[in-house]
Structure formats: structure tokens, C-alpha cells
T-cell receptor, first 116, second 107 residues
């Protein structure tokens, strides 16, 4: 079956702009999570959606937002971009029923965002 | 709050030598622990989970609730084990990751 697909793969934006990243989960998966990966901080949790509802959110400013559609596809948006937002953004999907406990998360290849 | 600590950032070992990656966690609930691996130019993928109690690619990990640890071990490292390894804890609908260990296996 097709894996988790993230688009675009690479993005270059300037400070102050906004950006939208997209994630298509594995067919049948209803949970989608987003992570920010940087060399200094590693993988940091942004938020998790299940059946169009945000179930949990990490410690990121309100400039970071997301949503999930009825087909489980998800988008995340970052407004008023800052240089520090440059990172690899990873999306993961899982079955998600009953929470993420003990369900394998399948990761996409990520979107590399560079803010200049 | 969930917290995962992986103390050593880079680990170099010779082929055939044992590998041990340390992972400590803090979590008030009942922990679900995982090890994820990222090979060069590949996506992050699950290596093993504590509840399965299985050995994958020769790796094992035992959950020690008394020491709040979930160390990853392999008795004989292979060159193909060179990768980035992340310990992760699942709870409250989120995965909390450690900062990762870069493992380099020297031929």
C-alpha cells in the first residue's frame, strides 16, 4: 500500500510569509501527527488529529496551526514565518483508534522548509 | 509531561562489537516505549516496541520500570546498522522523542 505522502518536499520562503504543508496518510489511517525536526532540538511534537479533531497540541506558538479533512488528509500552516522555523516537518499516520498507544506510526519523507 | 532522554549523541563501534543505546524516560502514566530508526536517505521507521517483546534485526530492548529505562542492545554490530536511532514514548495521543543517537559502525 502507498506510504505517507508529504507535499511539497522542499520550500523556500521569506520571513513574514505564510506556508501550508500537506500530508496524505496511509489509506485507512485516521490519525495524523506533525513533528518539527531540527539538528538542535530533534523531533518535537506539533499536534495530532483524529477524525478531524485535534486531540493534542505541543508547545508551539499560535502561528502553527493545522487541520484534518474528512478523508484524513491533513494540512499544517505556519504564519508570519521566522528564520527559526527552518526545519524538516514530518507527518506520521497511524490507525489511531483508542489513541496512539501501541500503534505504529508511519512517517512521511518530510517537507524541508527554509526561511530566508 | 512526557520526557525521553538519550544521553549520547554519537556512538562509534567496530563491526562485530556490541552496541547499547541508552534511553531513560519520565511519565506519570503507564509507558508505551518504542525505538525508531532512520537510515541514510530513508524515512523514519519503527524498529521495535516494548510490548511486542521481539527481536528485530538482532536488536532487543527491555523496559525497566524501576530504572525508567528502555535501552536498545545488539550483541554484534553490522555495517548496515549505521543509522540514527530515536527512543520514543507514547502517551496522551503523542509520541515524545529523545534527541537521537547517531550510530556509526566501523568496518
Amino acid at each position: 500500500k502507498a506510504g505517507v505522502t508529504q507535499t511539497p518536499r522542499y520550500l523556500i520562503k521569506t520571513r513574514g510569509q505564510q506556508v501550508t504543508l500537506s500530508c496524505s496518510p496511509i489509506s485507512g489511517h485516521r490519525s495524523v501527527s506533525w513533528y518539527q525536526q531540527t539538528p538542535g532540538q530533534g523531533l518535537q511534537f506539533l499536534f495530532e488529529y483524529f477524525s478531524e479533531t485535534q486531540r493534542n497540541k505541543g508547545n508551539f506558538p499560535g502561528r502553527f496551526s493545522g487541520r484534518q479533512f474528512s478523508n484524513s488528509r491533513s494540512e499544517m500552516n505556519v504564519s508570519t514565518l521566522e528564520l527559526g522555523d527552518s526545519a524538516l516537518y514530518l507527518c506520521a499516520s497511524s490507525w489511531g483508534q483508542g489513541g496512539l498507544t501501541n500503534t505504529e506510526a508511519f512517517f512521511g519523507q518530510g517537507t524541508r522548509l527554509t526561511v530566508v | 509531561a512526557q520526557r525521553v532522554t538519550q544521553p549520547e549523541k554519537l556512538l562509534s563501534v567496530f563491526k562485530g562489537a556490541p552496541v547499547e543505546l541508552k534511553c531513560n524516560y519520565s511519565y506519570s502514566g503507564s509507558p508505551e516505549l518504542f525505538w525508531y530508526v532512520q537510515y541514510s536517505r530513508q524515512r523514519l521507521q519503527l524498529l521495535l516496541r516494548h510490548i511486542s517483546r521481539e527481536s528485530i534485526k538482532g536488536f532487543t530492548a527491555d523496559l525497566n520500570k524501576g530504572e525508567t529505562s528502555f535501552h536498545l542492545k545488539k550483541p554484534f554490530a553490522q555495517e548496515e546498522d549505521s543509522a540514527m536511532y530515536y527512543c520514543a514514548l507514547s502517551g496522551n495521543n503523542r509520541l515524545a522523542f529523545g534527541k537521537g543517537n547517531q550510530v556509526v559502525v566501523i568496518p
